[in-house]
């Protein structure tokens, strides 16, 4: 009889399937919801003096910045979509979910973008770049909302991640380019309106 259904399990693929506990989903939700709504606060109602603002040669202004996410974040949900096709398994991370959390807010360890995520200077307009963030994280939290895949089974080469903390990792992402968009607006010689 137990044979029997171990057997039952294990065809239906559900052995080692796990869905989000009810505290990651809520959490993951909130940081995504938080980040976007951040991202639209501190852009919005900004000159195009101010947008275009560079503090100093090789710093990006806030469009970059914009331009930056509108470029990248497509990349990385095709990189968890990647990962959610490959065989769940069991591998070591490099980071807890903490890390990840703090990578979001420590400014102290800053790297270059690689070269297919560097702004693509393409985005002149502040609310088509908002469009088209809104509409990709629209899917992010759709997704984030609903699943039942198996976030922690399935893994993200590039960051050594699970694909729960990649999709966290996205949204802290986010997070240090609302930083680095504040430090502009914090410069001296940011315009005024």
């Not at 559900?14 to 869905?19: M, Q, T």
């Not at 560097?118 to 770049?129: E, F, T, W």
């Amino acid at each position: 009889m137990r044979s029997a259904c171990l057997i039952a399990i294990l065809g239906t693929g559900l052995l080692g399937a796990a869905p989000m506990t009810r505290l990651e989903r809520q959490r993951l939700v909130a940081h995504l919801e938080m980040t976007e709504s951040w991202l639209a606060d501190e852009v919005s109602g900004l000159t195009p003096a101010q947008l275009q603002f560079r503090p100093a040669p090789g710093v990006w202004s806030i469009l970059e910045n914009l331009d930056h996410l509108v470029v990248c974040e497509p990349i990385y949900w095709q990189d968890l979509q990647k990962a959610l096709k490959t065989p769940i398994g069991d591998r070591r991370l490099n980071d807890s979910d903490d890390s990840v959390l703090w990578y979001g807010i420590d400014r102290t360890n800053r790297a270059p973008a690689v070269t297919t995520e560097l702004p693509s200077g393409k985005l002149k307009d502040i609310k088509a770049g908002l469009a088209a963030f809104r509409k990709l994280r629209a899917r992010m939290l759709e997704y984030a909302r609903t699943t039942n895949d198996d976030l922690r089974g399935h893994f993200v080469q590039r960051e050594q991640s699970d694909a729960y903390q990649w999709l966290l990792l996205i949204s802290t992402h986010c997070q240090r380019h609302i930083l680095q968009i504040r430090e502009v607006k914090s410069h001296p010689g940011f315009p005024n309106k």
